[in-house]
Structures are given as structure tokens and as C-alpha cells.
């Protein structure tokens, strides 16, 4: 898993947290790397997971939702670290058309190591989006973050189901519907 995800989980950490948890959380989390990562760097995301649980253990905060929060977090540091992918993109279901077929691809030319999550888009018949992720790893709820991250970004009226999400955390599958105005 790239070192940019672990970066920005430390920085919002610290940003919504205080330094001192973080330092905590980082402590007090087996981590083979021993918390010290680059936003070039790969490291196992396992480490992400200790992360998050032992977050959740010192906010009582579920894990679940701290995951999420991350997501909508993350997706605001991509528009600031990343802007070309949002330059020529104005509403949020656009955006997450092209999210494997062109970010994930610019991303790969960034991080040629990447393993990133396929996230296929569908329009059904009763003008919704049907989002379906799949991962190797465990991060539906961080995926359903950044969706949301994505609907608040563009300010849009959507509204955001998930179904069929697999106990793993590996797969769901998102409907997006826009609400009328």
C-alpha cells in the first residue's frame, strides 16, 4: 500500500486528534515499519488496519466510521495533492466514472508498484449509479468515504446506499442517487 494513504492518515490524525495521540497510536501499533513512512514508500496494509484499530480503541470511535472519515478526508488532500485529476471534472458522478479508467491509470504512472481497488461504474435504467468495488484488501468503508468526500467536494445533492457489501470489507457495491433540487 502506497505511503502516501499511511502520510495522510497520520497528518489527519494529528489534525483532528492532537500529536500526541497520534504518537500513541503509532506507539502502541505492531507496525513492521515502525511508523516512519514516506508518501513514496510501500508498506504492508496491515499496518493501516493496526492503525485504525487502535484509534478506534483510544476514541472509542468504530472503526467503520473512523475509516470513513478518512475517506472523506482523503479525497479533499487528493484534490490538493492531485488537481489535474480534477481539473476538466465538474460534478462528483463524472468524477467517479473515471476512477478506473483514467485516475487508477494516472495513478499507475505515478506509482508503477500500486495495487489499487477496481471500481466499475454502471448507469442503470432508473438514472442511478451503481459504484461496485473490489479489493484485495478490507477498505469498503474508507472507498465509501471517499465517495462521500466526492459528493461533498462537488456539493451535490446524491444520495448514497450501500448493498451487497461482503463481511470482509473487501467488496460493495454502492447506488448513487440524485436527489431532485
Known amino acids: ?9 497520520v497528518e489527519m490524525v494529528e489534525n483532528q486528534f ?4 497520534a504518537d500513541e497510536v503509532i506507539t502502541s501499533s505492531d507496525l513492521a ?3 516512519a513512512y514516506t508518501s513514496v514508500g510501500s ?3 496491515r499496518e493501516m ?5 487502535n484509534l478506534s480503541a483510544k476514541t472509542n470511535i468504530p472503526v467503520p466510521t473512523l475509516a470513513q472519515v478518512f475517506g472523506g478526508y482523503l479525497f479533499e488532500r487528493f484534490t490538493t495533492l492531485y488537481p489535474q485529476f480534477f ?5 462528483a458522478l463524472d468524477l467517479l466514472a473515471c476512477v478506473d479508467n483514467y485516475i487508477h491509470m494516472e495513478v499507475r504512472k505515478l506509482y508503477t508498484d500500486a495495487e489499487l481497488p477496481r471500481v466499475i461504474y454502471e448507469n442503470t435504467a432508473d438514472g442511478k449509479m451503481r459504484l461496485i468495488y473490489r479489493s484485495a484488501r478490507p477498505f469498503a ?3 465509501e468515504g471517499l465517495i462521500r468526500g466526492c459528493i461533498k467536494h462537488y456539493n451535490e445533492p446524491i444520495e448514497v446506499a450501500r448493498d451487497e457489501s461482503t463481511p470482509d470489507g473487501k467488496n460493495a457495491v454502492f447506488i448513487l442517487t440524485r436527489n431532485a433540487s
Open 33 to 35: 515499519s515502525g511508523g
Open 1 to 9: 500500500m502506497k505511503g502516501v494513504i499511511f502520510t495522510e492518515f
Open 141 to 143: 468503508d474508507v472507498a
Open 18 to 21: 492532537g500529536i500526541e495521540l
Open 43 to 45: 508498506y504492508d496494509h
Open 49 to 53: 488496519l493496526n492503525l485504525v484499530t
Open 87 to 91: 481539473a476538466d471534472i465538474d460534478n
